[in-house]
Nanobody, 126 residues
Framework: VQLQASGGGLVQAGDSLRLSCVASGRTISTLGIMSWFRQAPGKEREFVGGIRVPLNRPYHSDFVQGRFIISRDNAKNTVYLQMNSLTPEDTGVYFC???????????????????WGQGTLVTVSS
């Protein structure tokens, strides 16, 4: 499975961006979960949100606070991260990740994911 993330860019605080993660080599409906992580300079990678693709059930981190929406389009083999009301604290490299089976237990640890995209940079200016 190859994952290609895109959609990052430079925006101002309060703006919106939509990130895309296109999968190839496998249909996303056969994956257990696809998620977004982000990594700010000097910080560890953190879970942003995920979606249990077969059930179309999303999960979001608490810090998202209703600003971000994760969704999927099976026909396009793509998972999206719609980010609204962006703040400078949202700046970082955003990665999409996937694993074959939905995990037993927590789904927000980076080490349990098998497949990773290359990341797309999001910069939010104040």
């Amino acid at each position: 499975v190859q994952l290609q993330a895109s959609g990052g860019g430079l925006v101002q605080a309060g703006d919106s961006l939509r990130l895309s993660c296109v999968a190839s080599g496998r249909t996303i409906s056969t994956l257990g979960i696809m998620s977004w992580f982000r990594q700010a300079p000097g910080k560890e990678r953190e879970f942003v949100g995920g979606i249990r693709v077969p059930l179309n059930r999303p999960y979001h981190s608490d810090f998202v606070q209703g600003r971000f929406i994760i969704s999927r389009d099976n026909a396009k083999n793509t998972v999206y991260l719609q980010m609204n009301s962006l703040t400078p604290e949202d700046t970082g490299v955003y990665f999409c990740a996937a694993r074959n089976a939905f995990p037993i237990g927590t789904y927000n640890r980076a080490e349990i994911y098998t497949y990773w995209g290359q990341g797309t940079l999001v910069t939010v200016s104040s």
